[in-house]
C-alpha cells in the first residue's frame, strides 16, 4: 500500500493548529492519541470536519460560573453581570426620586427668580402713583385729610354703605385682617383700616357711622360731597360710577373698584390687593411689608414731614 505524501507546508499548518487547540481538548482525550491526530494524513474534508469537532470543547459560554481557566478580569465581569438584576431596582427608584428633587427645586428657584425680576422691573419704574391730597368728613363729622395716613400703615378701601354683598364680604375679610395682625404685637397696633364712601348722594357721616359698627371697632370713615369724593378717587385710581337719571329716593346699585390699598406711614403707596386675594395672603404680605419697612430704618412714630 502507498503512502500519500502530505506536503511539507500543510503538515506544518495542520501541526501549528493542533499545537494551538491542545488546551481545548478534552481531557478524555490522551497524549498518545492527540499524537496519532497529528501525524495524521488529512484529506480536506476531515480536515474541516476536525476543526469543527475541535470548536466543540471550547468553554460553553452560555454558562455564567467561572470555568477553569478564567481570568480574574472575566470572573469579575461574570459576578458584576450577575449583580445587575437586583440593583436595577434600586437605582432606577433612586433615580426617579432624585428627578422629582431636581424637578421641584427648578420649579422654585423659577418662581423667585420672577420674582426678583418683578421686583426689580418695580424699582427700575418706581411704584405707581396711587394716593395724594384730599379732604373728607369722618364718622364724627370731623374734617379731616391725607395727614391721618401718617405714622401707621393704612388699608383702605372704597365702597358704599347700600352695598348688599361685595363691600361687606371685603369689609369682612379686612376685619378678618385686622384682627390677625393685631395678635402680633411688634406689628399689629400700627395699621389702621379706612373705608371711603363712592355714594356721596346716600352716604352722610351718621350713615357711614352706623355701618361701620357691623366691622372692626378701629374703622376710619369717610365721606364728602361728590367732588372730594370724585377728588380721591381719581388720585387712588379708583373707578366708581351710578345710573343716570337716578330719581330722588330711588335705590341704585353703585359700581366701583374691588381693592385694597396698603399706604406706609409716609402716607405712599406699598401695595394693592384685589378681590381675588385671600385674608391669609393679604396678611402675610403685609407683615412682609412692615418688617421690611422697620428694617430699612423706617421709623412708625414719626411723620415724615416732621422728622
Known sequence: MSIQRVPLNASRLIETTAATRHSEIPQSITPTSHNKLTNLNFSPSLKSSSFITRRHYTTDQNNSSPQKGTSKADEATIRARNAIGPTTWRSLGLFILTGIGLLFYFKSEKEKMIKRKREESQKSFGKPKIGGPFEL???????????????????????????????????????HVINNLRKNAEIGNFITPIFISVDPQRDSVESVREYLKDFHQDFIGLTGTYDQVAKVAKSYRVYFSRPPQVKEGEDYLVDHSIFFYLMDPNGEFVAVYGKQATAEEIIE???????????????????KDTA
Open 285 to 303: 404680605g403685609i407683615k412682609g411689608h412692615i418688617k421690611e419697612f422697620l428694617k430699612s430704618g423706617g421709623d412708625l412714630f414719626h411723620r
Open 137 to 175: 368728613l369722618d364718622q364724627d363729622g370731623n374734617v379731616t385729610d391725607e395727614s391721618i395716613l401718617k405714622g401707621h400703615f393704612s388699608l383702605i378701601y372704597f365702597g358704599f354703605t347700600n352695598c348688599p354683598d361685595i363691600c361687606p364680604e371685603e369689609l369682612d375679610k379686612m376685619t
